[in-house]
Each structure stands twice: as C-alpha cells, then as structure tokens.
C-alpha cells in the first residue's frame, strides 16, 4: 500500500525515478527489524511488554488481530482504489500516427530480420548459376510476404555473392540478426541444395539442412526447396504455417536471360541495361509466353529514357514501354513485375500510378522497384511524409539499392535532415567506398548547402568513370548553369537544360523554338519562363487557355515541387502583367495551397525559401519577401545572371537597399564556387572580370 501511495506521489510531484526504489529498499530492510519485534513483544491492556514476561491469559492478541484485519483490510481497499485513480489520471500515451506502426515495426523486427544471402553454385558447370540464383530469388520472394519478418532487400544481399564477408559485418551492413546462406551442386541428373541459418551475434546454427533431389523439373525443385526452407524459417522465427511460392515455368536458358538481364537493370547503368534488353528480347524469342521477360523489357525500355539511363525520348520511351507490359498482363494478370512497370508507366497521373504500384506490392512486398516507385508517386501527389517513410524503410532493407539511396539524399536534404543524409552517406562509404552513385550522393549534398562548386567537383569525378545516368546530367546541368557555364551545358549537359542553356549564352529565338517543342512533350518549365523573362506575357497567356479548360487543371498536370510552385508564379506573373487580376490571383491561390501542403509535410531546404519569398513578393509582402530571399542568400543561394532578369517577381524589391545587398550576397556566393571551380570571377555586369 505504501508503494502505491509513493508511485502516485511521484508522479504528482515529479520526484526523481529512484524515489519510489528507496523506499522500498527501506521497506526491505526495516522488514527484518519488524519481525523480531513483533517476535519478541506483545501488546497488553497495561502497554507493550516482552513476549517471555506477558501470562497468556492477560494477552490481547485476538483482539488486537481483529482490529488489525479491520485495518489491513481498510488499508488494502484505499490501495485498490488509488490504483485505480492513478490509472484514471494518467494520460494516455499514444505516437504520432507516422510513428506508431514505424516503432512497432523496429520492435518486432530486432529478433526477426534476416538476409539471404545468393546461395553457391558449386557446380563444375558456371551455367548452372541460373538455378541457384533462382532458389534464392524463390525464397527472398516467400519470405517477403511474411509481415512478422524484417527481410534484407534483394539488392544489398546480392551484392555479397562471391565473397567471404564475415558474417557478422555483413549482419551489422544490412541491419539483420540472422543470415541464411546455401549451396548448390548440380552432378548429371542429380541436385544436392544445402542451406542453413544462422545467428549473426553468436554465429551459432540454428537448423540446416541437405537436400538431394532428382534434376528434373527445374521450376519443381526450385518451389519445393523453397518452400520447404520457408516452413523451417518461419517455424524458428515466427511460428507461423507456410506461404507456398511458385514460379511461372519456362525453360532453364530462357531463366537464366531473365535472371540475368533483371540483375543488369538493377544496377541503373546505361550499358548494362542497353545488354539487358538484348537478353530479354532472346528470352522473348525463345518463349514468346513468358510474361515475367515482358514485364522486365517493359520497364527496360522505360528506364531507357533520356530522363532516365539512356538516350530515347521519354514520351517515346513509355510509349514503346507500355506494348511490352500489356502482353505481359495479358499473359499474367497476377505480374507483379507488370503492375510495378504499369505505375512507372503512369509517372505523373499519381492516382493511377498509385493503385497500380499498391497492387504490385499486394503480389510481391518484396518487390524494391515498386516500393521506390510508389514514393516517387506519393511524392508527386503531395502526400511527402508518406513518401519519406518509405524511403526510409527501402534504405534501411535494401540500403545499397541505388535508385532509392540517391532519392533518399534527395529528399533527406529537401527536408532540412541533412544530418540524417549524413549517416546514410557514411553507411554507404563503410560499406561499399567505391559505390558508384556516391558521386551524386556527396553532389546532392553540396548543391543543396550551396556549395555547388563542390558538387559539380563529384559529378565530374563520376564522368570519369563512365557515361553519367541522365539524373546525373539533369545535376551536371544545374551545376553549369548555376556557376555561369552555359557553353559546357550546352555541350555535355542534359538536353531538358538545353533551351536555357541556349538563352543563356543569347540564343534567344533558338531557345523558346526548342522550348515550345519540350512543352509540346510535357516539360513546359522552359518555355514559361522564358516568355515570361522576355515580356511575352499574352503569349504565355494564350498559350495556356488554348490547351486547359482552367488553371486548376493545368495544375494537376504540373503540380509544384519540393522546391515551391515556380511555375505557378510565373503563370501569376504573366496574368497580373496583362491586367487579369482575377486569373493571377487564382494562380497564387494555388501557389499558397502547395506552399501549404510543402509546410504540413516539413520541407526546408533554400529553395523552398525562396519559392516562400517569390509567392509573398508577388502579394506585395516587402518585408516578408525580404527575409525570405535574405536567408536563402545566407544559405548559399546565386545567380548565374542579373537577378532582376532572373527573378523578375522581384521587381517589387527594386530600389530597396537592402535588396541590392542582397543581390551583392548572391553574387559573392556565385564567385565562392567559381573559385573553387578555378574559374575567373564575374563583376557586378555578370561579365567575366578582367
């Protein structure tokens, strides 16, 4: 009773946690003394009296224990119902929505993750490497669909085939405390398949197995094995009954071009995926049924795009992509693969991309593609945090997946968590130091501090080893362009920056031409701006009411980013310059809606700062616009150009002195990263310094 009365106490009036273990180590201690006094004395109606010296017949005990059963009894209640008090008066502690299912998960995942890793071909026949590859994608695929367990992403797991890590580094590189590791021996018609599971702290086995079957059925022996290696899984790590896998059957060569074609298209690289299509398109050849080799030349195909890691135009290629997921869902309406190259597909009809990438995942859990696809789309919809977490959990599964690292810099960095970029960054460089995408990692964190001239440091240490992806061009671009390069983005930029690369070095007519044709492909960023820079605003105008019926639906094509809406702002701008007050502030309307969305979701980064300053300079907010464009000037923001040319929303601030020494912060910052480019300073014309 005493202790119940101290724990509510305590928590009343805030004492220490020790508070309530004094006084039960005093309650412990005085228990001894108690009981000898109790022994050793006896109350009496004359008073206390020693037990030897009391007569039996003047003894008061039964009395005495009747009263004292009132009052233990009495006692016993009142601790009843401070319990109960206590329980009504504490608050009840609940996480935040994102947090709850987050903190669930790390707590049932610490004693039930495991990575599998590529089980051995130890064949004499190196051929054979289809098959044991395939049980182990078998088995990632199974045990993906088990919710209790934390399973490390195919990507990182095969990036240990061939060698001999220690495995308790390979536990602590993918976040796992067990490994589950196997051979295969092929010898004429006869498999041995070995498999065992082990604890990585301890590197005890707790259960193997040998498997001997008949060489018959590939596809047969590859589901049972799996399988029968699932059950024994899940019986010692999560009790559960099995969930049968099966694959869809083709011919052992027609496997292994898929197998191998899908580990090329992994590594995001474009020759690899130029030699992974080759192979799908012999796995079609020699199997015109199999639908999973579709469902890969599909996502190929649309990977090959000049956004992504090749050269065909985008529109292009998903156009030629979406022929081969068709078949493939023709052929296999329950394709993971196929649902996953579907979302891809939809790219920026985020509800549609959405449903589609949910289904896939529904198939397949474990399917990483779709799991970094699926944030890509949220993303575009505005549901950011969501996107995070995803992201998130894709580089804590899969962390040298590459795609999703670089986005998670991304938008790590976007967010203003630029220590948690920091971490993922240093994983990866203990990891895997030569990790090729570590060059746009470490670029993404420069140009998001301002350092560009840094970054683009990266990016040219990247071009040295090979051709850059087209994300990386897209980097390159900015980087040039930021740093008053426009003739090197000219010539070894992306083609997306070619129009302002064009108006840059003063090939006005020549850049909105080839803008125009980029907005006639879904990319009128250029294009608007251009216009709007060139006082060509009732063209702009014009050009927007010929092709939507409204600006509601212009912005659900274009949406905003992570940096703003400046887009929207210029639409704003062309509107208030041509006297239609109502359309521009329809337009900000929607400027202020996505600022919201951005806010409720926690972006901050300098471009969002300026995207803030842009939106309340075109209110007439003077002084909010001020220290909006102040702190992204501190923060490393430049100009390549005159900024009353480049930021024209600006006009408002023209004539305040402090605007000029903002523009003067801006130019110092661009100077900053010339000089570490090595390259000569511009004066306050923006003309190279003689």
Do not use: C
């Not at 790390?106 to 071909?121: K, M, Y």
């Not at 899908?262 to 049924?289: C, M, T, V």
């Not at 992806?469 to 040039?480: K, W």
């Not at 040319?645 to 661009?670: C, S």
């Amino acid at each position: 009773m005493l202790l119940q009365v101290v724990d509510v106490i305590s928590a009343v009036l805030d004492l220490p946690a020790w508070a309530p273990k004094l006084v039960l180590v005093i309650l412990l201690v005085g228990l001894i003394p108690a009981l000898v006094f109790a022994w050793a004395f006896e109350m009496t109606p004359e008073g206390l009296k020693k037990e030897s010296d009391v007569d039996r017949s003047d003894s008061i005990a039964g009395a005495t224990a009747r009263k004292l059963n009132y009052v233990i009894t009495s006692f016993l209640v009142l601790a009843v119902v401070l319990l109960l008090v206590e329980r009504q008066m504490r608050p009840a502690v609940t996480a935040p929505a994102d947090v709850a299912p987050v903190a669930a998960a790390i707590e049932v995942e610490r004693d039930r993750s495991i990575a599998v890793l590529p089980f051995v071909n130890m064949s004499s026949d190196v051929e054979q490497e289809f098959f044991s590859d395939g049980i182990t994608e078998e088995i990632l695929n199974s045990l993906a669909s088990v919710k209790e367990l934390k399973v490390a992403g195919r990507t990182s797991s095969f990036a240990f085939k061939g060698q001999n890590d220690d495995l308790r580094r390979i536990g602590d590189s993918l976040g796992v405390q067990h490994i589950l590791e196997g051979s295969v021996r092929k010898s004429g018609a006869k498999v041995r398949i070995t498999a065992q599971l082990i604890q990585v702290d301890n590197g005890f086995h707790l259960w193997s197995e040998t498997y001997d079957r008949e060489l018959t059925d590939v596809f047969a022996i590859q589901d049972e094995i799996a399988n029968e290696i699932l059950k024994q899984l899940k019986s010692h790590l999560v009790g559960a009954e099995e969930v049968l896998a099966e694959a869809m059957r083709t011919t052992p060569e027609v496997y292994e071009l898929y197998l191998r074609a899908k580990q090329r298209i992994y590594a995001r690289e474009r020759n690899e995926i130029k030699l992974a299509i080759a192979e799908l398109d012999e796995a079609i050849r020699q199997d015109e049924n199999y639908a999973p080799a579709y469902a890969q030349r599909g996502i190929a195909t649309m990977l090959s795009s000049d956004q992504q890691y090749g050269d065909i135009p985008h529109q292009e290629a998903r156009r030629r992509g979406k022929r081969y997921i068709d078949e493939a869902l023709r052929l296999w309406p329950e394709s993971a693969e196929a649902w996953a190259g579907l979302g891809l597909y939809y790219d920026r009809d985020s509800e549609l991309a959405t449903d589609a990438l949910v289904k896939a995942l529904e198939i397949n859990p474990n399917m990483i593609d779709a799991s970094n696809w699926l944030q890509i789309s949220l993303r575009n919809a505005g549901q950011m945090r969501s996107a995070l977490n995803i992201l998130r959990d894709i580089v804590e599964r899969d962390p040298l997946y590459r795609p999703a690292f670089s986005n998670a810099m991304q938008m790590f960095h976007a967010y203003g968590l630029s220590d948690e970029a920091d971490k993922l960054l240093q994983r990866i460089e203990a990891f895997d130091p030569d990790h090729s995408s570590l060059f746009l990692a470490r670029a993404t964190s420069y140009l998001y501090a301002g350092e560009t001239g840094r970054g683009l440091q990266q990016l040219e240490e990247s071009a040295k080893l090979g051709e850059l992806s087209g994300v990386e061009q897209l980097y390159l671009s900015y980087g040039l362009m930021d740093t008053g390069q426009a003739e090197r983005a000219l010539n070894e930029g992306s083609i997306y920056f070619r129009p302002d690369a064009l108006y840059q070095v003063g090939r006005k007519e020549e850049a909105i031409a080839l803008a125009y044709e980029h907005a006639r492909g879904g990319e009128p960023y250029s294009l608007f701006f251009m216009l709007v820079r060139e006082n060509r605003d009732k063209e702009l105008v014009d050009y927007i009411e010929e092709r939507w019926p409204g600006l509601q639906a212009f912005a659900d094509e274009n949406p905003g980013d992570d940096a703003g809406y400046s887009l929207m702002i210029q639409v704003a701008l062309a509107y208030r310059r041509t006297g239609n007050d109502a359309r521009a502030d329809e337009a900000l309307q929607l400027v202020d809606s996505w600022m919201n969305v951005l806010e409720s979701n926690g972006v901050d980064n300098t471009l969002y700062t300026l995207g803030q300053a842009s939106y309340l300079a075109m209110l007439g907010d003077v002084e909010g616009a001020l220290a909006g464009l102040k702190e992204a000037a501190d923060e490393g923001l430049s100009s390549a150009t005159d900024p009353d040319i480049t930021y024209p929303e600006f006009a408002v601030l023209q004539g305040d002195p402090r605007y000029a020494y903002i523009k003067a912060t801006m130019l110092d910052n661009l100077n900053y990263n010339r000089r570490i480019l090595e390259l000569p300073p511009f004066d306050a014309n923006y003309q190279v310094r003689q």
